[in-house]
C-alpha cells in the first residue's frame, strides 16, 4: 500500500514540534507509514494518534491513516479519519474522494454521513475564511457609514456602506452555522450497541451502523447519547463512537 507524500509544510511543522522527543515527528511520520506498508497497520495508526494528540494534525496524517485503518478491515476509523482530516483541511480534494469512496463500500447514504447540515456550511466557511471576509466587510461597511455622514453629498458611500453590510452577514453565515450545529461522532465498532444508559449495566436497545456520523446530544465520563439515522436515541461507549471535533485519544 502507498502512502500520500505529506506536504512540506507539515513536514516542517512536525520538525519544529519535534524539541525534546526521543524522534523527530517527521521522521515518526514515515516510520508510521513504513510500518503499515510492512503489514503492521495497527503500529502505523499508534503513530498517527499520537502525533494527531500532540497537535500535528494535517490532511496528510489523516488521509493516510484512513488508508491504515483501511488495511485492518476498520471502515468506521478509516471514515473518521477522513472526516477529521476534511474538518483541519476543508479544501484537501483528495480527503473528499476518499470520503465518497469509503462511503460506497460502506454501503452507507450521503445523508448518513451529513445528519447536521450546517456543517457543510461551516466547512465551507473554514475553507474560504469567511469569518475573517465578515470581519473586513464590516469595517469597510463602518468606515462608508463614517463618511456617508462626513460627506452627506456623496451617494455612493451610503450604498456601499449597505452593500458591505449586506455582504458581510453573508459571509458570517457559515461561521454562525458551525456554533450553533450540534457536535457529531463516526461510529467506528461493527454492531455498537445503543443503551438505555450511561453505564456498563445498561442494557442494548438496538445496534449503531459502522460509519454512520451520528449526532451527539447529551455527553458522560465515558458515554455520549446520540441519534441514529431511524431517530432512535441512546447511549453509546466513548471507544465506539468518536467525536470529530477533537482527535481520538492515543
Same mark, same amino acid.
Given at each position: 500500500?502507498?502512502?500520500?507524500? /505529506?506536504?512540506?509544510?507539515?513536514?516542517?511543522?512536525?520538525? +519544529?514540534?519535534?524539541?525534546?522527543?526521543?524522534? /523527530?515527528?517527521?521522521?515518526?511520520?514515515?516510520?508510521?507509514?513504513?510500518?503499515?506498508?510492512?503489514?503492521?497497520?495497527?503500529?502505523?495508526?499508534?503513530?498517527?494518534?499520537?502525533?494527531?494528540a500532540?497537535?500535528?494534525?494535517?490532511?496528510?496524517?489523516?488521509?493516510?491513516?484512513?488508508?491504515?485503518?483501511?488495511?485492518?478491515?476498520?471502515?468506521?476509523?478509516?471514515l473518521?479519519?477522513v472526516?477529521?482530516?476534511?474538518?483541519?483541511?476543508?479544501?484537501?480534494?483528495?480527503?473528499?474522494?476518499?470520503?465518497?469512496?469509503?462511503?460506497?463500500?460502506?454501503?452507507?447514504?450521503?445523508?448518513? *454521513?451529513? /445528519?447536521?447540515?450546517?456543517?457543510?456550511?461551516?466547512?465551507?466557511?473554514?475553507?474560504?475564511?469567511?469569518?475573517?471576509?465578515?470581519?473586513?466587510? $464590516?469595517?469597510?461597511?463602518?468606515?462608508?457609514?463614517?463618511?456617508?455622514?462626513?460627506?452627506?453629498?456623496?451617494?455612493?458611500?451610503?450604498? $456601499?456602506?449597505?452593500?458591505?453590510?449586506a455582504?458581510?452577514?453573508?459571509? $458570517?453565515?457559515?461561521?454562525? +452555522?458551525g456554533?450553533?450545529?450540534?457536535?457529531?461522532?463516526?461510529?467506528?465498532?461493527?454492531?455498537?450497541?445503543? *443503551?438505555?444508559? +450511561?453505564?456498563?449495566?445498561?442494557?442494548?436497545?438496538? $445496534?449503531?451502523?459502522?460509519?454512520?456520523?451520528?449526532?451527539?446530544?447529551?455527553?458522560?465520563?465515558?458515554?455520549?447519547?446520540?441519534?441514529?439515522?431511524?431517530?432512535a436515541?441512546?447511549?453509546a461507549?466513548?471507544?465506539?463512537?468518536?467525536?470529530?471535533?477533537?482527535?481520538?485519544? /492515543?
Open positions: 500500500m502507498s502512502a500520500r507524500v /505529506p506536504v512540506w509544510l507539515f513536514a516542517l511543522a512536525l520538525s +519544529a514540534a519535534s524539541a525534546g522527543a526521543q524522534a /523527530p515527528p517527521v521522521e515518526r511520520f514515515r516510520r508510521a507509514g513504513e510500518l503499515v506498508r510492512s503489514g503492521d497497520a495497527l503500529g502505523g495508526l499508534a503513530v498517527y494518534r499520537e502525533l494527531a500532540a497537535g500535528l494534525e494535517s490532511g496528510s496524517l489523516y488521509w493516510n491513516w484512513a488508508q491504515a485503518a483501511s488495511a485492518r478491515g476498520e471502515a468506521g476509523e478509516a473518521w479519519a472526516l477529521r482530516g476534511r474538518e483541519v483541511e476543508p479544501g484537501d480534494r483528495s480527503l473528499a474522494r476518499e470520503q465518497e469512496r469509503l462511503r460506497e463500500a460502506a454501503n452507507l447514504d450521503p445523508a448518513e *454521513l451529513a /445528519p447536521e447540515p450546517l456543517f457543510a456550511l461551516a466547512r465551507l466557511g473554514r475553507r474560504f475564511h469567511l469569518d475573517w471576509l465578515a470581519l473586513g466587510l $464590516a469595517l469597510a461597511s463602518l468606515g462608508a457609514h463614517a463618511l456617508a455622514h462626513r460627506r452627506p453629498a456623496l451617494r455612493w458611500p451610503a450604498r $456601499a456602506a449597505w452593500g458591505a453590510g455582504l458581510a452577514l453573508l459571509a $458570517a453565515a457559515g461561521p454562525l +452555522a456554533a450553533t450545529a450540534r457536535p457529531t461522532a463516526v461510529v467506528v465498532r461493527r454492531g455498537a450497541p445503543l *443503551l438505555d444508559g +450511561a453505564s456498563g449495566s445498561a442494557h442494548s436497545i438496538g $445496534a449503531l451502523r459502522q460509519g454512520e456520523v451520528v449526532p451527539i446530544i447529551e455527553r458522560s465520563v465515558d458515554y455520549l447519547r446520540v441519534e441514529d439515522s431511524s431517530g436515541r441512546g447511549w461507549h466513548r471507544d465506539d463512537v468518536w467525536a470529530l471535533e477533537r482527535p481520538a485519544a /492515543p
